[in-house]
Structures are given as structure tokens and as C-alpha cells.
């Protein structure tokens, strides 16, 4: 498949550069297996913000008082019961993972077409960045201790939940002013009809991965990334 006037690809992770399998069977039994050592990191700002916008999105979100260190570590794990997108749960969740990853515990998972295509991307002058609902630091770790190696050099721009959410056509304008660019030099690739769809009304071009267990339900579908070719016309 031909890609003509690209100058940035943006990616999703989950189910387009990572198995889903990973996240689901790997990571998020990794998270709950861990979570109540945050008890012993509320030291830490990050885990002291996580936990306050915890407590604030519990009673606005479902009208819920929690106080204690454990009521909220027990509503953060009903929220990853639930796979739910709420960001101080996302910012838990990359620090729980990142000892995994430094102990040896966690190889984050990339399929082989994508590192490959990471290189012949970079040879042709193009950008890259990361979009996902999983925090930015968490996106990191992934690629900063993947089966294929230490991958974060090759990218520009991380995005997550902060800048917006990923099936709203507004969070794709805001990527494409940040980057400086048309949003029709930026190609963006995800598994997800409503996110493509999303991208595609800002003018995107984009691409659907059809990974294992992925119904291609896109205009523009791709098996693997060694199927998307760029040019320059």
C-alpha cells in the first residue's frame, strides 16, 4: 500500500505495534498482582497526584467519598477491572510496571514488522510518535525495554489522555498544531475504527493494522507495517 507526502507517523500501541495479549495478560495482571505496593510510594508526587485526582473523579464521576490510602488503591483496581481510561489510574499503572521492567520482570512486546519498518521510516527523513490511551510514561517503558531492544530513540512525540481522547476529532487537531504540520502529512495507524475515523475528519491520512483477532472494518487496511510503503509524490 502506497503512502504519498507523509513527513510524521503517529501509532497506536495496543493491537497495532503490541499484541493485545500483552497488555491484557501480561501488564494489567502484572499491575493488580502490585498494586497495593503503592502504599509504600505515596512519597512520591506522582502517586500523591494520582491519588487526589482519584478521589475527586470518584465523587464527580460516581458520587463516591473515599478517604483512606486503601479506598482509593481498591477503587483504582475496580477501574482496572473495568479497563477503565481515567488518567490517574494510567499513571499508577506506569509506575507499578516501570520496576517490572527494570528487574527483568517485563520485556515489553512489539511485533518484529514494526521495528524493522522503524528503521527504513527513519532512513526516509520521516518522524514518528506514540498516541495511547496508556500514560506517557508507561508508552516508554514499552519501547525503552522491548524484545527488539531500547526503541525510544526513534521517536519525536509521545501523546496520551492528557492531550485528549483518542476517538475525539478535536484531540487530533491539537496533535497536528503541537507538531507544526497539516494533518495531511501525518499518517496515523491504530486498530480502532472510531480513532481512525476520528483522525481521518481533521484530514489524516490513515491506516487500520489488522492484527490477529482485528475486524477490518477500515477503508485503508494493512496486515503488518511492511505493507505500508511511503513516497514522496
Avoid: C
Avoid at 81 to 91: F, Q
Avoid at 225 to 232: A, G, L, P, S, Y
Amino acid at each position: 500500500m502506497q503512502i504519498k507526502n507523509v513527513k510524521y507517523i503517529l501509532t497506536d500501541i495496543e493491537g497495532t505495534t503490541t499484541s493485545i495479549s500483552f497488555v491484557y495478560d501480561t501488564l494489567f495482571p502484572y499491575f493488580r498482582k502490585h498494586i497495593f505496593e503503592l502504599k509504600e510510594l505515596t512519597h512520591l508526587q506522582e502517586v500523591q497526584e494520582a491519588f487526589k485526582k482519584t478521589v475527586e473523579l470518584a465523587y464527580s464521576l460516581e458520587g463516591e467519598k473515599i478517604r483512606s490510602v486503601d479506598e482509593i488503591i481498591e477503587k483504582l483496581l475496580q477501574w482496572s477491572l473495568e479497563d477503565r481510561k481515567i488518567t490517574p489510574l494510567k499513571t499508577v499503572q506506569g509506575i507499578i510496571w516501570e520496576n517490572g521492567y527494570k528487574n527483568g520482570e517485563i520485556k515489553g512486546h512489539v511485533y518484529p514488522d514494526f521495528a524493522t519498518s522503524l528503521e527504513v521510516w527513519k532512513q526516509q527523513g520521516i518522524k514518528m510518535g506514540i498516541f495511547s490511551s496508556g500514560s506517557i510514561a508507561a508508552q516508554k517503558l514499552i519501547f525503552g525495554y522491548s524484545e527488539s531492544g531500547d526503541l525510544t530513540p526513534y521517536f519525536s512525540n509521545y501523546f496520551d489522555t492528557t492531550t485528549g481522547t483518542k476517538r475525539e476529532k478535536e484531540t487530533y487537531q491539537k496533535i497536528a498544531e503541537e507538531l507544526l504540520l497539516k494533518p495531511s502529512e501525518i499518517l496515523f495507524l491504530s486498530d480502532i475504527m472510531e480513532e481512525l475515523d476520528a483522525a481521518d475528519q481533521i484530514g489524516y491520512q490513515t491506516i487500520q493494522l489488522t492484527r490477529p483477532g482485528t475486524e477490518a472494518n477500515w477503508k485503508s487496511i494493512a496486515t503488518d507495517f511492511n505493507e505500508i510503503e511511503i513516497t514522496k509524490n
